[in-house]
């Protein structure tokens, strides 16, 4: 992990890092701040090209396989409406495309729902001459 100075898209109060997954640089912004140097981060890479800065490096690579993430979603015990995931555990299945994302429209009705979270990419990256996962 490597910090990186402010530039003018950092989300106000973040501190911006780069982490080097394999030949992969991957931009992450965080509210707090790390120290640099190896270590172990677990959390969700979405791919936001608009959050990084302009000259982050592009890395190119092929699709090799797809899955679409599934969580059961449930009503947030407060009663506000608001919906959150029943657990942090997910259901993976492989496709060859992407959908829209709930099965059933959230109501009274029904109190739990599954839900398309997001997309697992396996990735060859052209660099590396192996593979990746998203």
Known sequence: MTPLPLWEGLSLGYHAYRLDIG???V???WPEQMDPGPGVVTGVLSV????APPDWPEIKG????MWTEHRWCVQ????DGTWVFESSSARYEEVE???VGRQ??????????????G????????LAGGSFLA
């Open 48 to 51: 936001d090209t608009y959050r």
């Open 97 to 99: 495309r992407c959908g």
């Open 76 to 79: 947030d015990s407060a009663g």
């Open 23 to 25: 030949p992969v640089p």
């Open 27 to 29: 931009y992450c912004e």
């Open 119 to 126: 997309v697992l990419l396996e990735i060859d990256v052209d």
């Open 104 to 117: 059933v429209a959230p109501t009274a009705e029904h109190p739990r729902t599954e839900e398309f979270t």
């Open 62 to 65: 092929l699709v090799v396989r």
